[in-house]
């Protein structure tokens, strides 16, 4: 991309960003030249916009630190993020409690939940009953997002301030939370672009932290989350790479821009919580025998960005959340609109 072309796609950006400005919604030209001015700056934009908004949305004075990744201190939250920083990832040592994962999975195991559709099938995307864990007939199954946030079990850790006190202090800025999901990956024979299972980066965000939760023993045939070390920082993934535009990647293509030992497969128990940007490139290998049930939850500085259908939480159904969306109603601005019982 030229000189002109990266101008005027700053232009539009900026354009963009006045209009998100006035109606909270972000116009698709802006959208795609915040994209495109990633792939040519090498993610320079996007560090300069995220520059700009800490000063703007400067970081909450939290009372607690404490949570499902421990008791942390104000010294061990700013290792996690410098961690995270460095590599693009941190796995924490302590895990989702036995008997959360339990729960989770029961729910897993019992709620509906949507059948994706598989790259080449002419079948759609199905709404089922439950997930058939015994016999799955598809690659990757989700649970609702409206359904998630208006249960207990999730808004107990959307309201945990461990996982809010490391986003905050690695995006540098009050935090919104704005991805909250869960999906079972069954077996197959070869990976699936629609299941993420081809490497990529993500880009709907300005910058942004997922927390990945295993709720499943994860071993090398299970399809582990593989990262790509140092990939998520500026100029971390090759030109070559980046002039394929936002697209999935295959194991040659990323094989061959890249040393062995910057690949990374999180190979975890049951309860394993990982940290990580993923501006990085990263993939969920597909699985070969038996399943994985993960959640996910995403923090970000700005809602400026892609279309993201949002969901609405009815009912505060957690004491945590109602006293958290008080201290912090920024975090949970995207879910919680006006006072909630």
């Not at 000063?55 to 201190?73: E, M, N």
């Not at 980046?242 to 975890?268: I, M």
């Not at 500085?301 to 920024?330: C, Q, T, W």
């Amino acid at each position: 991309m030229g000189a002109r072309a990266q101008i005027s796609n700053a232009a539009r950006t900026l354009l963009g960003a006045a209009a998100y400005a006035r109606s909270g919604a972000t116009p698709n030209f802006a959208y795609q030249s915040m994209l495109q001015l990633f792939c040519a700056t090498g993610g320079r934009s996007n560090d300069a916009i995220a520059s700009l908004l800490s000063l703007v949305h400067r970081p909450y004075k939290l009372s607690r630190t404490d949570g499902i990744l421990g008791d942390l201190s104000p010294d061990d939250v700013t290792k996690a993020a410098d961690d995270i920083q460095d590599k693009g990832y941190h796995v924490f040592a302590q895990r989702l409690p036995d008997v959360l994962c339990d729960d989770l999975l029961r729910y897993a195991t019992t709620s509906p939940c949507i059948r994706r559709a598989t790259d080449g099938s002419k079948d759609g995307d199905r709404n089922l009953d439950r997930f058939a864990r015994e016999n799955p007939d598809g690659v990757r199954y989700d649970f609702a997002e409206s359904d998630l946030i208006n249960n207990g079990l999730i808004q107990a850790l959307m309201a945990d301030k461990s996982l809010l006190a490391v986003a905050q202090s690695y995006l540098q800025s009050q935090p919104i939370i704005d991805i909250v999901t869960m999906w079972w990956n069954a077996t197959s024979l070869i990976p699936d672009k629609g299941a993420a299972q081809y490497w990529h980066f993500d880009m709907d965000r300005i910058k942004w932290l997922k927390f990945f939760v295993y709720l499943t023993d994860v071993g090398p045939d299970n399809g582990p989350h593989s990262f790509i070390s140092g990939s998520h920082r500026r100029g971390g993934i090759p030109n070559a790479l980046l002039q394929k535009g936002y697209s999935r990647l295959t194991d040659d293509e990323v094989s061959a821009s890249f040393e062995r030992d910057k690949f990374v497969e999180f190979s975890a128990p049951r309860g394993t919580i990982i940290a990580e940007d993923t501006r990085g490139l990263h993939k969920g290998k597909h699985v070969t025998r038996g399943d994985r049930l993960i959640f996910q939850m995403q923090f970000t500085n700005s809602l400026f960005g892609g279309e993201i259908p949002v969901s609405r939480i009815m009912r505060i159904l957690h004491p945590d959340l109602a006293d958290m969306a008080k201290r912090y109603p920024r975090v949970y601005s995207n879910y919680i609109k006006g006072e909630l019982a």
